[in-house]
């Protein structure tokens, strides 16, 4: 098969070079860009669910991966393979929205420290009652093995994930999953009435 003029007709799709792939593309052959996605979307999708952690914004934005792609002619094979760009456009993709989300984030709290601000501080009963909840939450908590209140309090004081947690800890995965939601569970049962 020619890189320098694929045939429309006879392209096998599966077998053609990224190369050829992109040249039909570029020539507007849209079946050329279903064979790039098909042949690419799985790593990227799997890239941008690793970094945003959300299967919606992960999906959104391997798709806008390949529109871009399609779009404008980003791609120079002379610095690297495609799926290295690829790999690239996602992971930069995705910290500008990290960012984004970040800077929402910092809005929103700025915000509720405004209208806190605003209200004034709780009055000596609302501060009673915010101090008696917080005294029950810690004794229920002394109440729960020492094994899942370890995981829940890493997780609710430190934030970590899951999955951070089991790197910490050095244990399984499914090990922390398991002990945080026995932990969850005795701690609601243990504060149902008490709140």
Same mark, same amino acid.
């Given at each position: +098969?020619?890189?320098?003029?694929?045939?429309?007709?006879?392209?096998? *799709?599966?077998?053609?070079?990224?190369?050829?792939?992109?040249?039909? +593309?570029?020539?507007? !052959?849209?079946?050329?860009?279903?064979?790039?996605?098909?042949?690419?979307?799985? %790593? /990227?999708?799997?890239?941008?669910?690793?970094?945003?952690?959300?299967? !919606?914004?992960?999906?959104?934005?391997?798709?806008? /991966?390949?529109?871009?792609? *399609?779009? =404008?002619? &980003?791609?120079?094979?002379?610095?690297?393979?495609?799926?290295?760009? &690829? +790999?690239?456009?996602? =992971?930069?993709?995705?910290?500008?929205?990290?960012?984004?989300?970040?800077?929402?984030?910092?809005?929103?709290?700025? *915000?509720?420290?405004?209208?806190?601000?605003?209200?004034?501080?709780?009055?000596?009963?609302?501060?009673?009652?915010?101090?008696?909840?917080?005294?029950?939450?810690?004794?229920?908590?002394?109440? %729960?093995?020492?094994?899942? =209140? !370890? /995981? &829940?309090? %890493?997780?609710?004081?430190?934030?970590?994930?899951?999955?951070? %947690?089991?790197?910490?800890?050095? +244990?399984?995965?499914?090990?922390?999953?398991?002990?945080?939601?026995?932990?969850?569970?005795?701690?609601?049962?243990?504060? !149902?009435?008490?709140?």
């Amino acid at each position: +098969m020619s890189s320098d003029s694929p045939n429309r007709a006879s392209l096998d *799709w599966s077998t053609a070079s990224d190369a050829d792939v992109l040249q039909a +593309m570029r020539s507007g !052959q849209t079946d050329a860009l279903s064979a790039l996605y098909e042949r690419y979307s799985r %790593i /990227v999708y799997a890239l941008a669910l690793r970094l945003l952690t959300d299967p !919606q914004e992960a999906e959104d934005l391997t798709h806008e /991966v390949f529109l871009s792609i *399609w779009q =404008r002619n &980003l791609y120079n094979p002379d610095r690297g393979s495609l799926s290295s760009f &690829l +790999m690239m456009m996602t =992971r930069s993709r995705a910290i500008d929205k990290l960012r984004s989300r970040g800077s929402k984030g910092r809005f929103l709290q700025r *915000w509720k420290g405004l209208v806190r601000s605003d209200s004034g501080s709780p009055s000596p009963l609302e501060q009673l009652s915010i101090d008696e909840r917080s005294q029950r939450v810690h004794e229920a908590l002394a109440q %729960i093995p020492d094994t899942e =209140r !370890q /995981v &829940l309090e %890493i997780a609710y004081f430190e934030g970590l994930s899951q999955s951070e %947690i089991a790197d910490r800890l050095n +244990m399984p995965l499914g090990t922390v999953k398991s002990r945080s939601r026995q932990g969850l569970t005795k701690l609601r049962s243990l504060l !149902q009435n008490a709140l």
